[in-house]
């Protein structure tokens, strides 16, 4: 299976600031990373596709970027909207695997 | 509306089985595969199943194979997801998710989820 590392694990920040949350792939898993936020007690809710593709809906203010096993996803600018916990997970193969998510907190 | 919604989640003593289903609408559910992925009260998302199309392409996570079995009717928009010799660790909230085909493969339709647990 392909293991996927996220860091960091929590992340203190504030409205405005810029945070960037990275994830590696234990194998090269080309651009097949995706990205979700997830607020307690919904579902994820896809953020970032292929890497860095933005799924449709979602503000400009998120980018991600990488390829092989490399990835990040980055928040221009903080809104309270976006305290929530990150994930990402490889399409690379049929067996999808998860991050262990990052919690972003109000500082 | 594209739209999943799950069901048949609920308590059941180790050992027992659920059938959880996942009602598809707003789309040609016959053209996507789709997984269950869950996640145990605190902790992160843990894929558990797939299942094509069609139906004949079938995957497990190690943690549920030979327990767990997935199933779709493409005429009735459903899938199914049935839980046998649950254990207290399959404590979770379930979720469906919506496939996208080729070349991307990410998931972009996600179920609200149902909540099972495994207690006596």
């Known amino acids: 299976d392909i293991q996927m590392t996220q860091s960091p694990s929590s992340l203190s920040a504030s409205v405005g600031d810029r945070v960037t949350i990275t994830c590696r792939a234990s194998?090269?898993?080309?651009?097949?990373l995706n990205w979700y936020q997830q607020k307690p007690g919904k579902a994820p809710k896809l953020l970032i596709y292929a890497a860095s593709r933005l799924q449709s809906g979602v503000p400009s203010r998120f980018s991600g970027s990488g390829s092989g096993t490399d990835f990040t996803l980055t928040i221009s600018s903080l809104q309270p909207e976006d305290f929530a916990t990150y994930y990402c997970q490889q399409s690379y193969s049929t067996l999808i695997t998860f991050g262990q998510g990052t919690r972003l907190e109000i500082k | 509306e594209v739209q999943l919604v799950e069901s048949g989640g609920g308590l059941v003593q180790p050992g027992g089985s659920l059938r959880l289903s996942c009602a598809a609408s707003?789309?040609?559910?016959?053209?996507?595969?789709i997984n269950w992925v869950r996640q145990a009260p605190g902790k992160g998302l843990e894929w558990v199943s797939y299942?094509?199309?069609?139906?004949?392409?079938?995957y497990y996570a190690d943690s549920v194979k030979g327990r767990f079995t997935i199933s779709r009717d493409n005429a009735k928009n459903s899938l199914y997801l049935q839980m046998n010799s649950l254990r207290a660790e399959d404590t979770a909230v379930y979720y469906c998710a919506r496939r996208i085909p080729s070349p991307d493969y990410y998931m972009d339709v996600w179920g609200k989820g149902t909540t099972v647990t495994v207690s006596s």
């Open positions: 194998q090269s898993i080309s651009s097949y």
């Open positions: 299942i094509g199309s069609s139906g004949s392409s079938i």
């Open positions: 707003g789309f040609t559910f016959s053209s996507y595969s």
